[in-house]
């Protein structure tokens, strides 16, 4: 599991997709609030275990089009 902490994840629900280079990879396991970071949603993600992500790769929110889902990709 890993933890990617955002500052606005409007719209983003509990198992969207994880996605590298447009692959998913995996999806969102769970998203909490945090006090200890200045009120910063913590998103739990899982990844396959066939993927390794290095320790300086982040996350950003996209979604599917104008109205489609939305779903994180992480930049390695």
Do not use: C
Not at 25 to 54: C, P, R, S, T
């Amino acid at each position: 599991m890993n933890i990617v902490y955002f500052d606005d994840i409007s719209g983003l629900d509990k198992k969207a997709d994880v996605k590298i280079a447009g692959v998913k990879v995996g999806w969102v396991e769970n998203v909490d609030l945090i006090n200890d970071h200045n009120f910063q949603a913590q998103v739990k993600i899982m990844v396959h275990k066939k993927y390794v992500l290095h320790e300086n790769a982040y996350g950003v929110i996209r979604q599917d089009g104008l109205l489609g889902t939305k779903f994180i990709e992480i930049e390695p």
